[in-house]
């Protein structure tokens, strides 16, 4: 598969580092991996993102030409690492003796062809580089798109049908967000308070897996984002976009890490709102 999905985290960002449930949607911000099938001598591996930025990745990769362009910019909280980490993780499955000395040095000789058999589990790996620990999630979902409900390191698709009756919809604050800085710099908080985020993402499960309306889903996005907001994660600006839209009986949250990226909701079909931009649920062939 040489295009992948951005994600969107729902419910559960945080909390899922402490084993607790998170829930996660592919969207169709589509990037694409391109590839030289010649025999290559020389070792070029780059990403580009949509804002112009160029990321060197050559350090992963040995004897291949291959540049991934990502459908949004980097540090934009949609998975970009994750869509990269998977992007080598399936072309390291069949071309082991490609894998450069960045990733040589996480992986035992002797299990290599098994860990490169899983390609999520190599994409976690991978992606462990760019947030020094990830949970998972993300790799999960961009690999396995719809909607996941992933814990402690497993996942299963849940039926998102009912989602598709409202208009998804997302913000872009503009902000640059760096994953691994964001976790070694967020507000300490004891296992009760991930308790009670993990309760949300419990009772958003069983919600989106059936008929629900938009007054059932809005108490617990707004419930999520205030905790985010007690964890310290969530700017100003993002969180005056939010009032913005409570003001209109809409209610939002961060994606994703915080400290930047994007808003999502979820509103009626006919509602239009400024700078808000429609997504779909990207669903795999």
């Known amino acids: ?62 004897n291949t030409n291959m540049t991934i362009n990502l459908g949004t910019r980097l540090g934009s909280g949609l998975g970009s690492s994750a869509v990269i ?37 190599l994409a976690r790996r991978i992606e462990d580089n760019f ?3 990830s949970s998972g999630i993300d790799v999960a979902i961009v690999k396995t798109c719809g909607v996941i409900v992933f814990q402690n390191g497993r996942f299963r ?9 409202y208009k998804f919809i997302i913000f872009d604050s503009g902000l640059k967000k760096d994953t691994k800085q964001i976790y070694l710099s967020k507000k300490p908080k004891d296992d009760t308070f991930f308790d009670k985020m993990n309760e949300i993402a419990v009772k958003a499960e069983k919600l989106i897996q059936n008929d629900f309306s938009l ?37 939002a949250k961060i994606t994703g890490a915080g400290c930047g990226g994007f808003l999502f909701t979820f509103v009626e079909k006919d509602v239009n709102i400024d700078n808000w931009t ?5 669903k795999c062939d």
């Open 278 to 282: 429609e997504v779909k649920i990207f």
């Open 157 to 165: 698709t849940i039926v998102s049908d009912h989602l598709n009756k």
């Open 131 to 133: 947030h020094g620990k």
């Open 1 to 62: 598969m040489n295009t992948l999905p951005a994600k969107i985290i729902l419910f559960g960002e945080h909390s899922v580092l402490k084993g607790h449930k998170c829930i996660a949607a592919a969207i169709n911000i589509l990037s694409k991996q391109e590839l030289v099938n010649d025999r290559v001598e020389n070792n070029y591996c780059v990403v580009k993102d949509t804002v112009g930025n160029v990321f060197d990745i050559s350090e992963y990769t040995k």
């Open 85 to 121: 980490s998977v992007f080598l993780s399936q072309y390291f499955k069949n071309n082991p003796q490609k894998i450069g000395s960045k990733i040589e040095s996480l992986l035992d000789e002797t299990n290599k062809k098994i860990i490169c058999d899983d390609t999520i589990d």
């Open 215 to 251: 007054k059932d889903l809005y108490p617990l996005l707004r419930e999520n984002h205030e905790m985010l907001r007690e964890l310290g994660v969530v700017p100003e600006i993002m969180h005056n976009e939010v009032l913005k839209l409570r003001k209109m009986g809409i209610e």
